[in-house]
């Protein structure tokens, strides 16, 4: 019965990921601001990765260009890879610890980054600051806590 609500709960949590991406920050705060739909993403790949596979983070994506006005298909191939990437280690990262999970993170978000800079680089906008590494970081102190409060929503749905 849970697998019949979870997709609500899939859905939901994506729309939320995708308003923490547009919400308007101060100057100061916008270089440390995660990329919450690669978080939300790792997420759903580790525990459910048969609803949410390479065309759930292509659609995102896609939905996050629009959203950004950034290069179209610049978001949908950063996310494909890591749904892809995280999907390819699924079984090994899952069961580890949360901190060492948020290592794990951390190294995808990173190989995202280098995604990101070749993607601008080769549309012709230069290299960005050296700042845009943050995020990761910022990503990898966060994921114990994104990763228990979806855990805790999964476990409430399903004892209804």
Do not use: C
Not at 101 to 119: K, M, S, T
């Amino acid at each position: 019965m849970a697998a019949k609500r979870q997709p609500g709960l899939i859905f939901l949590s994506f729309v939320a990921a995708a308003i923490l991406t547009i919400l308007p920050l101060p100057d100061a705060m916008v270089w440390v601001r995660p990329y919450w739909m690669a978080l939300i993403l790792i997420y759903w790949r580790l525990e459910a990765p048969g609803q949410v596979g390479l065309g759930t983070a292509f659609v995102a994506g896609l939905f996050l260009d629009l959203v950004l006005g950034t290069l179209l298909g610049h978001h949908a191939l950063s996310l494909i890879i890591i749904a892809y990437i995280v999907g390819r280690f699924r079984l090994r990262i899952r069961f580890f610890p949360l901190w060492q999970q948020a290592f794990a993170v951390l190294a995808v978000l990173l190989n995202d980054r280098l995604i990101h800079v070749w993607i601008l680089a080769l549309s012709g906008q230069g290299l960005p600051d050296w700042r845009i590494l943050w995020p990761p970081f910022v990503a990898m102190l966060l994921w114990p806590w994104v990763f228990l409060i979806l855990d805790e929503s999964r476990r409430r749905l399903r004892r209804r």
